[in-house]
């Protein structure tokens, strides 16, 4: 299978160099040239295996320059027993006829970025053995707040690997912080920037496209890539669940293998919901993809419109996973959907980047719109949301989990819509506690985020996982808060060039 760039079609790389790059020379997205295919009768034979059975069947139509061995590695070593807390590794849980929720936050670090997380690290290591001889290889990481975690989890400690986080000063929440600030390993590094995560993920671009650093980078024997959904070997991973939910929801008798199923998933770089996307053009039996914001809604207006607007304030909201103005990953389906049209990306994305906003032609918006829907809802809603769930289900679940819920409940009062629903769950609820805790009690004892984290469970007895709880009284390592203009200098000081 050969991967080009969005944003120039004389690009033709393989799996393994699409995977060590991260992205593409002139700032472009990589993108397999074709999807492949899944038949029903792949489907139900998928469905009679376990996670790692799943994940083989798909990643190897999408890596067919890895070998069967390899493979057969990364993906025993990612997904592995004991590495998640279900031993289904990504759960489906039964809310009710129609809504089933995807508990992808089973992980080491409890959000659903370890589902990729813990098997890039495996990817990275076989695709550069394979393209990139003697070269250490130094990932850059731009989080708002649960990729930082996840990829320091995955890469600590890899052989050949040095891995830089960066993460808004204000923008996460003070457990997500915590967990980086405190994480262990001889090659990892975090940093805190003055800005928000677009800052964060413009200034990481910035540094992977700089011919100058590039060059300092080639006589150090370095190479950048990426742990952010911007990298291919992000993204294939997510498409493996939904190939997985869908299996389990013909197995828990929501539906009849071939019948259709809506996926709803809370969004913020489009990496999660492009990744559902793909399995749908696969051929698993997807009928609508619904799109879930918080108050930064730029996502629910383009799906709604047609134009993309990042100008507009920015919001530090209760799901500060999805605070971002600029999706990454919709880059790719513009590619996809205007045919594979590299010049006409390109234009759109120099445009967002000139002008700040970009309008898709009438062609473009029609296949979009036919695809997808869309919704948001503020913090209020979020709240009231994990309440009303809460009391009715007796099931916890975080504020980006609870925007899907409000915004699939939206959607089916406003169409009519009753296809069972998965929704996919991105966090464990004690990883946002004090915006949890203050949504189903209005009596708030606690001062401190590990007092929240106990009179959550006093009020919930949900169990606390055990990797957030011994974070208490645990001193942090890395401290550094830099400018935004400085995170290039960060890489050099960490790497000692
Ligand atoms: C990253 C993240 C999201 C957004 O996922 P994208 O792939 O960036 O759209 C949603 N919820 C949580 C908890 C996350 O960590």
């Known amino acids: 299978m050969i991967y080009t760039s969005t944003r120039d079609k004389s690009i033709g790389v393989s799996a393994s160099e699409a995977i060590a790059k991260g992205i593409s020379s002139e700032g472009g997205l990589f993108v397999p040239t074709e999807i492949p295919t899944l038949s029903l009768d792949d489907i139900k034979r998928i469905g009679t295996l376990d996670y790692i059975g799943r994940a083989k069947e798909v990643l190897k139509l999408f890596l067919t320059d890895f070998t069967e061995e390899e493979l057969d590695m990364c993906v025993n070593g990612a997904y592995k027993k004991g590495k998640f807390s279900s031993d289904k590794v990504a759960p489906l849980y039964k809310l009710?006829?129609?809504?089933n929720i995807l508990e992808l936050w089973r992980g080491p670090t409890c959000a659903f970025k370890d589902m990729a997380l813990q098997l890039l690290p495996?990817?990275?290591t076989v695709s550069a053995g394979k393209t990139l001889k003697d070269t250490k290889i130094v990932i850059l990481v731009a989080t708002s707040g649960d990729t930082g975690k996840a990829a320091l989890e995955g890469f600590k400690d890899v052989p050949n690997t040095e891995i830089l986080v960066f993460y808004p000063v204000d923008g996460v929440s003070p457990m997500q912080k915590?967990?980086?600030?405190?994480?262990?390993?001889?090659?990892?590094?975090?940093c805190a920037i003055r800005g928000n995560f677009d800052d964060a993920q413009s200034g990481v671009k910035a540094i992977f496209t700089n011919k100058e650093i590039e060059k300092k980078f080639k006589e150090n024997n370095l190479a950048f890539s990426s742990a952010n959904s911007i990298n291919w070997g992000r993204l294939v991973p997510q498409i493996v669940y939904y190939v997985s939910a869908y299996c389990d929801m013909v197995e828990n008798g929501s539906?009849?293998?071939g019948e259709e199923m809506n996926v709803v998933v809370p969004t913020g770089n489009f990496g999660n919901i492009l990744a559902a996307y793909y399995a749908k053009e696969m051929g698993v039996p997807i009928k609508k993809l619904i799109c879930a914001?918080?108050?930064?809604?730029?996502?629910?207006?383009?799906?709604k419109s047609g134009t993309y607007n990042k100008n507009r304030d920015f919001y530090c909201t209760a799901s500060p996973s999805m605070d971002i103005l600029i999706s990454s990953n919709l880059e790719r389906l513009l590619f996809i959907l205007s045919g594979y049209d590299a010049e006409k990306t390109a234009e759109y994305m120099r445009e967002l980047s000139v002008d700040g906003k970009y309008s898709v032609d009438s062609d473009l918006y029609k296949k979009i719109s036919d695809l997808f829907d869309a919704g948001y809802c503020d913090d209020n809603a979020t709240k009231a949301t994990i309440n009303e769930v809460f009391k009715k289900y007796d099931y916890l679940c975080d504020t980006h989990t609870a925007v899907a819920v409000n915004v699939y409940e939206e959607y089916t009062k406003r169409t009519g819509d009753d296809t069972p629903t998965v929704i996919a769950s991105t966090a464990n609820p004690y990883k946002f506690s004090a915006s949890v805790l203050s949504a189903i009690t209005d009596d708030?004892?606690?001062k401190d985020e590990f007092s929240m984290v106990e009179e959550l469970f006093e009020k919930s007895k949900e169990p606390v996982p055990p990797q957030l709880a011994t974070l208490k009284g645990k001193a942090?390592?890395?401290?550094?808060?830099?400018?935004?203009?400085?995170?290039?200098?960060?890489?050099?000081?960490?790497l000692g060039i």
């Open 96 to 99: 009710n006829d129609k809504e």
């Open 122 to 124: 495996y990817l990275l």
């Open 178 to 190: 915590l967990q980086m600030a405190t994480q262990e390993g001889n090659n990892v590094s975090v």
């Open 255 to 257: 539906l009849k293998l």
């Open 293 to 303: 914001s918080n108050s930064n809604n730029v996502l629910t207006d383009f799906l």
């Open 444 to 446: 708030i004892k606690s």
């Open 476 to 494: 942090p390592r890395f401290t550094r808060v830099s400018d935004k203009e400085d995170m290039a200098q960060v890489v050099f000081d960490m």
